[in-house]
C-alpha cells in the first residue's frame, strides 16, 4: 500500500503560497492526493492542508528537511505525519462507559487509525471493559490530597508510551494547567453545547432553562476550563416532555458522535489551531 | 366548515383529571378531535390542550361557564379560542425585510391563521413591503428622549386594534417593562442559539469564539432581556470559512423559520408556559 | 418502586373514546401518569397510549378483564405491558460489532429496559463480543441447502426463550415469510434512507447519484423484503468528497442511533401499526 | 473594490496540476484568494476552483487565453466568471408564491449576487409580486397543444436576455428535451428527497408510507425528469400527525432553503457536473 504524509502549513497570508507549496512537490515527482486551504482576512493569515504520496525511493528525512527550508522562507509553522507510523492515543475514564466503548469500536474498526496503549481511570468500574478488548487498564485514583501525585502519574503514562494525543472520554477530572503543560494534545467532550451551559449539571441547567435543543462539544483541553478551542459540535431535538435524565440520555448520544469525530479529524491532521478557533480542513 | 374549540388547561396534578376534562365534553355530546398531555414532576402539574368540534347548537357562552366550574374545582387555569374567531396580530420591524415578508407570506398562505391589522417599524423601510401587501404601516421614530411617547403609540395602537400577540420580526428595540405589562403576548426572535449569546452581535460573538453550529431562539418578551420562556429553537452548521457576515446570512434563514413555528404553535394555542419554560403541546 | 401499566388501544373513532377509557382508570382510583392519542381522518380511527401507576391492592387479572370489557364494547383492539415484567428481547447478527454492542450497551445502562436471553449470528464472529457481556452465543450458520434447518433453529429458541421482539443488528440474512410468521415482532435496520435505495448496498447506489444526505431506517420485518412499516428515519450530511466506504461509515452512526430509538419506543409500548404506517406515541 | 475572477476547472488526474494552475497566477503576480479541489479515484478525474483578485493592470482576456492554453495542454476544461459582470437570471413560476418572494428577497439584500431581467408562468397569479419588486412579469399560458409555441416564447426570451441561469421555482410544468437543449443551465426544486418519491404527489406518497422525514432536492433539469445532477438536498422531520397537507407545508420551508443554497452555489461558480453527479467546491 502507498504510504502518504499529510504536511499541515500555518503562515502569514501572501502571494505564492500555494505555487510554492505545490510546486515544492512537483519538483520530487510526488503526486498530492488532497489538499485544502483557508485564508482568514484578519490578521491576514493562510492555512493549508497536503497530502501527498510517496514514491518507493522518498527520504523521508530528506523530504521533511526541504519542506522546513521552503516553510522558513514563507515564516510558516508545520507539521507531518506518515500514514505508516500510527498516532498513540490513551483515554482517561471515569464511570460512563459509552463514549469509552465507542472510541474502542471505531479504532478496532479501521474508523480511527490509531494505537491505544493504555485507557486509565480514576475508578475501576472501566477496568473489565479495557481487559475485553485487551488493553492495559490504570487505575489511578485521586482525591484533593493526592492530585499532584496522580498527575505525576499521568503525566509519566504519557511520556513512557510517547503519547500523541489523550482523549477524555468522560473523564470527571479537570486537568491542572501544570499536568496540561507537560501532555500532548488533549481532546475533551463537554457535555452541553459551549458556551451555553457551561460547569457542572449542565442537563439540569438545560431542563430548567426550558431548552428545545441540546448538545455536545468536543474541544481541547486548556488551562481555561471550558474555554478551549471547538473542534466540533452537534445537537438534539428536546421537549419539555424530557426531564434532566432523559435529556442526558439524548445528550449522550451526541457526545460520543462529536467526540468520535474530532478524534477522527485529529488523527487525520485536519486541524490547525488559530487563537481560541479551530481551522478544520 | 365545522367550529372547532380549543381549550388550553394547567392545573395542579391529581387524580381522575383527564376522566373528568374529557367527561365535561362527552356528556354534552360533543367530540374532542385532538389532545395532548404532559405532567410535571416537581411541582406536580398538569397541562392539558383539548380541541373539540362545536355541533350547531353549542350555546359558548354556556359551554365556557360550565368548563370554567369545572376547572374552579380542579383548580386550574383555563383559556379557550374558537376557530372562527381569527387572532389579531401585529407585526414591529425595523430595516430587515425576510422576516416580514415570510410572516405575510404564511398568513397569505394560509398557514398562520390570525390577522394581521397593522405592521409598525421604527424606521420606514419597510412601509413599501406592507403597501404591497395592503397592510396598514405606522412609522413610530423613536430615539432616546421620545421613547415613552413611542411605547404609548405601541400600546394605544395594541388596545385600538385590540390585539390578541405582537410579533417583534427583527425589530431592533428593547421594549420596556412597563410597555409589556399593557401589551397582549410578544413573542421575538434572538439571532443567537439562546443562552450562549445573550445581548447584541451574536454572530462576531460566535465567530470569534469558533463554533461549528449557529442558531436562532424564539421566545416570549419579558422585562428581563433575552430571559423570557423560550418557545423553539433551531441550528445549522458553520464551518471556519464563514466569517461574521456569513454566519448572519445562515442565521437568517433558521431565524425565519424558528420564528414562522412559534407564531404558528402560539396562534394553535399549543404554548403553556410554566415559569422560565413552555409547554408545547 | 411503584409499578407501571402502559396500555396501547386502537379503535375505530367514536364520541366519547377519551372519557371512556380515562374513567374506566378513575372508577379505579388509578392515576394516569402519561397518555398520548392520535386520530386518523381516513378511515377514522383512534390510538391511546395510557401509562398508569397501580395501587398496591391492584388485581391486574381483574384491571385486564375489565380494561378488555371496555374494549370490546368499543370494538377496540389493546394490549398491556407491566413495568416489573421485563420484555425479553434476542439479537440477531452477523460480522459488524458497532450496532451489537450499541444495544447491549444501552441496555446495561437501563436505556433499554430489556433482557437478553441470547445473542445469534450466522457468522461466528461476534461470540466473543457476546461472551465478554456473559450473554449466550448461538452460532446458526447457514447455506441455501440449510436454510429452513437453521431458521427452524431460531424459531424454536424463539419459542425456548418466549421472546417478545427480536432485532436484527445488521443481520445479513432475509427472514423467510413462513419465519416471520412463527416470531414474535422483528425490527430491522435498513442501512439506506427508504424507500430510496432498496435492496443490496445502498451507499454504493447513493454515491452514484451523488445523493447530499444519507440514512437509515429501523422498520418492522414484513415478508416483502424493506417494506414493513417505518418507525425511525434519520440522516447525516455528506458531500461529494466521500466515497462509498466513507458513506458507509457515516451511515453506521445514523443506524446505531435509529435503531436503537425504534428498539426503546417498542419497549415503551409506543408503537401502534396501522397498515403500512406506526402509530408512535 | 477588488475585482475577482472565479476559475473552474475540470481534468484528467496528473501529477503537478495544483502546482501548475497556481503558478499560471503567481507568474503574473495575481493573489489566488480561495481554492477548493477534489480528485475522483474512478475515473481518476481532477476538479479545481480557483479565486483570484485582478490588479487594476490585468488584462481579462489576455489572462483567459493564457489560462486556456495552459487548460488544453493539460486536456482541462475550464470557465472564468468576474464578480463585476452579475449573471442574468430568470425565474419561472406557475401559482406558489413562496419559493419566488423567497429568491427575489436574497437578491435584493445582496446574498444571491445576479440579475433578475423577468419573472414568467404559466399562470397570471404572480403578477402582481413580480411587480411589487419592479420586475417585468410574462404571462405564458399553456396548454398542451400550445406547448411548442410556448416553449418557443420561453427560449426567445432566455436568448433576448442573454441568460445565464434559468431557476424553475416550483413551476408545474416539465421542460421539454427540446427546449432544454435551447437553454442556458436549469436548476429545478424537486418537492421530495430524491430518488425516494419520484413523479406527481410526493407528500402523499410520503404519508401513505409513513416516513418519519421529508425532504427537497434540487437539481439541474435534464432531458430524463427527476433525474439530473443532485445539487443540495434537506429534510425536515415529521410525525404520523402530520397529514399530506401538512407534511407539504413543512416540506415547502425545506424546499425554498434548499432552492436557495443551490442557486447561491451556482452563481458562485462552486458546481462542476461529473457525469450524474455535482461536485460543489
Known sequence: MTIRATFLVAAPDQPGLVARLAGFFY????????????SDREPKSFFMRLVIELAPTTDRD??????????????ANWSAGFS?????????????????????????SGELRCEIPFIAGNQPDLAAAAESFGIPFHHLPVIRETRPAQEAQIAALAKEHRLD????????????????ARLPQVINI???????????RPYLQAFERGVKMIGATAHYATAELDQGPIIEQDVARVTHQMDAEELSRVGRDVERVVLARAVRAHLERRILVEGRRTIVL
Request: aromatic share 6%; glycine share 6%; charged share 20%.
Open 84 to 108: 505508516d507510523l500510527l498516532p498513540r492515543v490513551a483515554i482517561l475514564v471515569t464511570r460512563e462507559a459509552a463514549c469509552l466503548y465507542d472510541l474502542v469500536l471505531r479504532q478496532r
Open 27 to 38: 519538483e520530487r515527482g510526488l503526486n498530492i492526493v488532497d489538499a485544502g486551504q483557508h
Open 165 to 180: 494525543l489523550i482523549v477524555l472520554a468522560r473523564y470527571m477530572q479537570v486537568l491542572s494547567a501544570d499536568l496540561l
Open 62 to 75: 530528506e523530504l521533511q528537511r526541504g519542506f522546513a527550508a521552503v516553510c522558513t522562507a514563507l515564516s
Open 190 to 200: 463537554h457535555h452541553g453545547f459551549l458556551p451555553a451551559f457551561q460547569g457542572a
